[in-house]
């Protein structure tokens, strides 16, 4: 079987070929599910928000500049649909209700918790902003010209941006005794 | 106060990408800072961590419900709307121009069929007049060639006589001025030469009166143009024969020979 490149299924879409929007979902959907996850770290959501993503995808496939990668353009349209879902529901660097019950204490809820869901405590403890790069970077693996894509900015910028996510993220961490504290 | 060439270093390394050199010079740094060493530790520990998250799977439905709420058929549509038989009903998917679609649509259609009539009428005009069994059709014809031309100049009558043919048909065009009531008898043998027509093309003062072998016209004063038609349809010489009289007397004869040779 043969394996299209991202540009040429794309093309495949644009002239109604039903299978190649398929094979893009499969190729990216776990990775776009996660993004967003860990942005709003609820899997309801995260699977609502994925399908508008891909919906989105298929309807501005017209608009697709086939000059940047068709991934960075997907990621795009993923965490804007993640920041726009957080500002809309004034998620604002809030714990969710999953993490936080009001009679226990942080320390016993963590306790309970297993060490990965603290570290996707930590992430939502940090501005959603700060939290995409991380997520881009440290989760799905792009580089600094991707996020630059992505997330529209300079790459200069993102790179200070970056250190300061990580140093958000390792005192959030230290704090919940993830980390070693000063 | 910690280094920021130094903290610079720790996040190089963490993306992976410090070279040798810039190795041993955080080495040094972090040997001689133990704040910027604590940092360090930190840094690494949280990156170690944040990158050991597992990806999560996402729901069998997730590919369901996406597959469900994209409308595929809108995107084949855009697409087979490329082709060159669908432009005129993209064209016509614009609401507003849809008037002006039809109406050129209109003219390009009445323009068609006006030149497939007008067509086919000259196409008649040049139709082979022995199909023609009524009286039109002939008048002005530019088939009809001069055979003979006979002028008259008589106090009585002056004008031009025309002996014409076209294929099979004979006509005799008569342009005459006539001063006083006179009479004109064109003689022929019916059966060689037999009277199809005749056309009166300024009838004020004429009075025709057809005969077996004869035709008679009866002119007023003034100006008379008249034609009569006849059929030649055989190979055969024949004559024609024309007289003009007033008040009984024969005032001017003249007989014209109609054969194949002036076919």
Known sequence: MIEYDDNELVKRCLSGNESAFETLFDRYQKTIYNVVYHMVHNLDEAEEITQRVFVKVYNSLGRFNPKFKFFSWMYKIAVNESLNDLKQKKQFDLITEDFVSQDKRPDEIYEKTEAKEKIEYALMRIHKDYRALIILKHINGCSYDEIAEILDIPEKKVKSRLFTARNLLKETLADMGMIEND | ?263
């Open chain 2, 1 to 263: 106060m910690i280094d920021a060439k130094a903290v610079e270093l720790i996040h190089r390394e963490i993306d992976g990408v410090i070279t040798p050199s810039e190795r041993e010079l955080l080495d040094r740094h972090l040997e001689q800072d133990s704040h910027l060493h604590m940092l360090h530790r930190q840094l690494i520990q949280a990156s170690d961590l944040i990158e050991d998250i597992t990806p999560i799977e996402p729901s069998p439905r997730l590919k369901q419900n996406v597959m469900a709420a994209i409308d595929f058929n809108k995107m084949g549509l855009k697409s087979s709307n490329k082709n060159l038989f669908s432009i005129p009903g993209q064209w016509f998917s614009f609401p507003r121009k849809r008037i002006a679609y039809a109406f050129a649509l209109g003219m390009i259609v009445s323009a068609f069929i006006a030149t497939v009539l007008l067509y086919n009428y000259d196409q008649n005009r040049d139709l082979d007049p022995s199909k023609l069994s009524a009286t039109i059709g002939l008048t002005g014809s530019k088939n009809f060639r001069i055979i003979e031309s006979q002028k008259l100049k008589l106090p009585e009558a002056e004008g031009v006589i025309f002996l014409k043919r076209s294929d099979q048909f004979i006509s005799l065009e008569l342009n005459l001025f006539t001063g006083n009531d006179v009479e004109i008898v064109l003689n022929s043998v019916h059966e060689s030469l037999p009277l199809h027509h005749f056309e009166p093309l300024d009838n004020k003062n004429i009075v025709f009166e057809r005969h077996l072998n004869s035709a008679t016209i009866l002119a007023g004063e003034g100006n008379m143009k008249a034609i009569l038609y006849y059929t030649h349809p055989t190979v055969k010489s024949v004559s024609l024969t024309l007289n003009l009289i007033r008040s009984g007397e024969l005032l001017f004869t003249h007989t014209f020979l109609v054969n194949s040779e002036n076919n």
